[in-house]
Structures are given as C-alpha cells and as structure tokens.
Nanobody, 124 residues
C-alpha cells in the first residue's frame, strides 16, 4: 500500500484545516492509521490514530478536543484529520502512517508505511 497526505496549508491561529490520507494499492480494510507531525528541530510526534475496523480513535493530549480523525464515509481508502482551534505550536509537517498488525502504538517505529507529509503552518 502507498499513502499520500494532502490538505496542508497556512492558517491563522484559531482556524481550521482538514488533512486527508489516501491509500492506494492493497485493500485497506485491516490497517491501523496514525497521524504524526514533525516540527523543525524536533522529533516526530504522535498526533492521533484510528483503528480501521470499528473506527476507534486515539489522540495525544496536545490535540485532544481540537483534532478529530475519521474515515471517509464514501471513500473506503481515505482517512481525514480535522484540525480545529489551531495554535502556532501545531505548525509542522504532518504525516500519515499505517500498520497491519494489532495495536495502536504512538511510537513511529511501529509503523511500516508512511506518506510523504504535508506542511501545516499556523501564524499568530
């Protein structure tokens, strides 16, 4: 499977963006999807994840209540990350990642497939 993240851009603090992760290749039904971000000079950070079967979602404390991850109702191979109440500290390159084994890890090393990243810039 290949992943492609899209939807990044520039927004003022308090604004919203919706990122999308589109999977191509093998059928997508058994994957766990994670969203990560990496700001300049910082390590890659877990943001959110969704268990494909059942749609159970997970969030880091830094985005809980502001971000929401969900599958696309119409397109089986697409996952969205809705980001509201954005803050300047949310500025980063955002990546989607997938794994096909049980678990909902926050460790980037536990994911075997990555998208190319999309830049989100939040200005104050």
């Amino acid at each position: 499977v290949q992943l492609q993240a899209s939807g990044g851009g520039s927004v003022q603090a308090g604004g919203s963006l919706r990122l999308s992760c589109t999977a191509s290749g093998r059928p997508f039904g058994s994957y766990f999807m994670g969203w990560f971000r990496q700001a300049p000079g910082k390590e890659r950070e877990y943001v959110a994840g969704i268990r494909w079967n059942g749609g159970i979602t997970f969030y880091s404390d830094s985005v809980k209540g502001r971000f929401a991850v969900a599958r696309d109702n119409a397109r089986r191979n697409v996952v969205h990350l809705q980001m509201n109440s954005l803050k300047p500290e949310d500025t980063a390159v955002y990546y989607c990642a997938a794994r096909n084994v049980p678990g909902a890890p926050t460790d980037a090393a536990q994911y075997d497939t990555w998208g190319q990243g999309t830049l989100v810039t939040v200005s104050s």
